[in-house]
């Protein structure tokens, strides 16, 4: 079982940044940190929690849903096992709790975005992000 912990949320204007990182803990025996699919979802108040990025960490492959294509980077630190979402042009409709998940899935169904929230069972906590 893998442990997730994100931080970095907070409150920012519209146009502002933000950066979420996500450090794993607890690997899967047999798996190293390098082989897992590790996804940013997000969960508006009153609305269904959303896809936002994924990235294969070993092979730095990523996907983004639409509505953050452009404004959002995800990236690693294997070293750190860290993930880090940026966050650029925040807008309002950004406003929303930021997971991230990880599990041993395919580099082309995590590079490729066919993954969703039922492809993951180790999630973190989850990180409040507000723009105003």
């Known amino acids: 079982h893998v442990q997730l912990v994100e931080s970095g949320g907070g409150s920012v204007q519209a146009g502002g940044s933000l950066r979420l990182s996500c450090v794993a803990s607890g690997a899967a025996s047999g798996y190293t940190y390098s082989s897992y699919c590790v996804g940013w979802f997000r969960q508006a108040q009153g609305k269904e929690r959303e896809r936002v990025a994924s990235?294969?960490?070993?092979?730095?492959?990523?996907s983004y849903t639409d509505s953050v294509k452009g404004r959002f980077t995800v990236s690693q630190d294997n070293a750190q096992n860290t993930v880090y979402l940026q966050m650029n042009s925040l807008k309002p409709e950004d406003t929303a709790v930021y997971y991230c998940?990880?599990?041993?899935?395919?580099?082309?169904?995590?590079?490729?975005?066919?993954?969703?929230?039922?492809?993951?069972?180790?999630w973190g906590q989850g990180t409040q992000v507000t723009v105003s």
């Open positions: 998940a990880a599990d041993v899935l395919g580099p082309v169904y995590c590079s490729g975005g066919y993954w969703d929230e039922v492809d993951f069972v180790n």
């Open positions: 990235i294969y960490t070993g092979g730095g492959g990523v």
